[in-house]
């Protein structure tokens, strides 16, 4: 008897944490979209920003083993921002691209992306009140781009609870899922605060972007088929990935023209419209001054809307969710013709 109810308190929090969160929402529906003639982008590509090598002081990880899991995953471009150099440069590479992470005097915390012919900046670490050297100085320029997600930053803001449930689903399923296992982290990211704060801050002035700030603190290597590093570079690349249908990538990150993809999700634009092919998703809208309100399909009337979350759920009954977990971040940026 006391076996099953241990199995079955076991099967119970197991049922809360995956059902988490459950939210009451007043969801809109959209009229159709007329328009015609329209085909999905095709094509997309994938990069990564705010990843650190062996060339930091506190990581550990190899330029090959950043190569080996970008190709696994299919991605790009790696813009490696290690801390105050960009010696990473001398390593020949197709995928890696050599930026740093710096302390600016006036601005604060930056990483340096390096495209052709021109360096973006990006405040980095604006949602970490922990550390003072992270803080929000309140100053940048019309060009930066601003970190709205940084993975490590949600490590230091989700609640202790789920980190401890997170830590251990993972550490269970990792020999079944491999890198997937990272599909329940999206669960953890406060998006909703961090996209108030960031329109609080500039309005919706910036440019937004998302950062894994992965630092390897174990590694072996030997050859690809045969290495070992804790945390894998392939878990955060599949968590979070900037996604555009640009053939120049450099000209996508100065125009906007990219969305943050969580865990492999794909959406496309059509006309005015945000379309993916997951059955059961909601979208949450931001407008400027920071008002929230919910569709049922990805309509996008271009006055109202800057900020739209893309959420999956596992069901629903009447208006209560069960399971929400958001899967894309769109900026207006990436609708404007």
Request: glycine content about 6%; aromatic content about 16%.
């Amino acid at each position: 008897m006391e076996f099953v109810l241990l199995v079955s308190l076991f099967l119970l929090v197991i049922g809360i944490f995956e059902l988490y969160p459950i939210k009451v929402l007043k969801v809109e529906s959209c009229p159709p979209l007329e328009e015609k003639n329209l085909s999905p982008q095709k094509g997309q590509k994938s990069f990564v920003v705010h990843v650190h090598s062996c060339f930091s002081y506190d990581s550990l990880g190899k330029p090959e083993q950043i190569e080996y899991s970008a190709q696994k995953l299919g991605i790009r471009a790696v813009f490696v921002t290690d801390h105050d150099n960009d010696l990473i440069r001398f390593v020949p590479s197709s995928l890696i691209r050599a930026g740093k992470e710096f302390q600016h005097p006036q601005y604060g915390r930056l990483l340096t992306l390096p495209l052709k012919g021109k360096t973006l900046y990006v405040i980095a670490h604006p949602n970490n009140r922990k550390k003072p050297l992270y803080q929000w100085r309140g100053n940048y320029k019309p060009d930066f781009l601003y970190e709205l997600i940084d993975l490590k930053d949600v490590i230091t803001e989700a609640p202790k609870m789920l980190k401890v449930y997170f830590l251990l689903r993972s550490l269970v399923l990792y020999p079944f899922k491999g890198f997937r296992v990272g599909d329940y982290f999206p669960k953890l990211i406060p998006i909703k605060d961090w996209v108030k704060i960031y329109l609080q801050r500039t309005k919706g002035e910036l440019k937004t972007i998302g950062g894994l700030d992965h630092h390897i603190k174990f590694s072996f290597w030997e050859k690809a088929k045969k290495n070992f590093s804790f945390p894998p570079y392939e878990v955060s690349f599949y968590i979070l990935q900037n996604r555009t249908w640009e053939e120049d990538l450099d000209q996508a990150l100065l125009e906007g023209k990219f969305y943050l993809s969580l865990c492999g999700f794909s959406l496309y634009v059509q006309g005015k419209e945000i379309k993916t092919c997951h059955p059961k998703v909601i979208f949450e809208h931001y407008t400027t001054d920071g008002k929230v309100f919910y569709t049922e399909r990805g309509c996008i009337e271009s006055n109202k809307t800057r900020f739209v979350v893309v959420y999956k759920y596992l069901f629903r009954l009447g208006n209560i969710y069960f399971g929400l977990q958001p899967m894309a971040v769109i900026d207006s940026f990436l609708l404007e013709d």
